[in-house]
């Protein structure tokens, strides 16, 4: 049988302090008993992608040489990101968290020969490429007539959203709060509060942010650019009862300044006073690093609470097969309402690393997301 050959995109950090970011050819090796090969016809471009594509690169003095699937990019990295990325120096790096696209080819495994001719959505990675080998039980098989493209990000921010929400519930809080809230991501997650009664209080950085949470009925917004930010915020939460937020800036003072918010409303319900503060647990979540300076936290907030790291695929893990499953087929069963994704722009492989494409989406900024096409011409 013909090997099946395609273009695959790599992010190499150099140790002459600079990463370089191509396209190579892969050859596909024949599918395991319990494998197959997807043909790749759509995968986003998610913050959590960036980090491994540009690896902390100037952009701003990037260089763009070569055309089409010669096309390569070089930018400086600072020593204090060399000496952090020193783990990745001189390793040709596969990039791309999730897609989707038709089975083409499989193993012998009844499995895995069920699955040729269907559209599936897969989160292994190497996803930025034409085409992908993966295990069977590792594609969802979208739902009849549900497009690649509407299924391309069908695993991360669907399923972060829905892992909030069962962070929440496992944890034994009321209702949310979440920054970075104009999202896609947390566009997502607002649907999905609004459908199962959950408070949430989101948290944006500007008034035109604002409008568009409130377009899709998003009831508690509090802009953090505002003179009145925490007064808004503190009247949310006495109002939703929110002791759980999750993180997307990471640096600054905003962690901070929610658990200051979050001491402050549980005051206001309090029947007496305590020199350690509310006794009820207050806990942020960081998921993300928009804003990439040290986290500042003055201690005005008592002492029932906790900051710590959140990752999808360990809460995954942690929570089991059995309710991993249960999460994916609502995300199925909701994949073209509550979870719908839009894009701004549709790219090939050698357009995604387009200059001027990089320095617009490597900018992390609401409204634009961009979807890698890998067979656009």
Partial sequence: MEQITGVQLRSLLKSSSEIEISLVQDVLPEPAADEVIVRVEATPINPSDLGLLLGAADLSTAKETGSADKTVVTAPVTPAAMRAL??????????GNEGAGTVVRAGASPAAQALVGKTVAIAGGAMYAQYRCIRADECFVLPEGVTA?????????????????????????????HTAAASNLGQMLNKACMKDGIGLVN???????????????????????????????????????????????????????????????????????????????????????????????????????????????????????QAKQKLRQRVGAEITTTFASKYTKVVSLPEALSLSNMTVYARNATGEKFLIAPHKA
């Fill in 203 to 321: 948290i944006v950085r500007s008034p035109q942010q604002a409008e568009l949470l409130k377009g899709i009925g998003a009831k508690y917004i509090c802009d953090s650019t505002s003179t009145t930010f925490f007064d808004d915020l503190t009247k949310a939460l006495i109002t939703t009862g929110a002791t759980l937020a999750f993180d997307a800036i990471g640096g600054g003072k905003l962690a901070g300044q929610i658990l200051t918010c979050m001491e402050a409303a549980l005051s206001k319900n309090s029947t007496g006073y305590s020199t350690y503060g509310s006794p009820l647990h207050k806990q942020v979540y960081v998921y993300g690093a928009l804003d990439l300076r040290p986290m500042e936290l003055r201690r005005s907030f008592g002492m029932a609470w906790g900051v710590g790291g959140w990752l999808l695929f360990p809460f995954l893990e942690k929570i089991g097969l």
């Fill in 149 to 177: 493209e509407q299924g391309a990000s069908a695993y991360i921010n669907p399923l972060t959203a829905l892992g909030m929400i069962e962070t929440m519930r496992r944890e034994g809080h009321k209702a949310l709060v």
């Fill in 86 to 95: 020193a783990a990745r120096v001189d390793q040709s790096m596969v990039v």
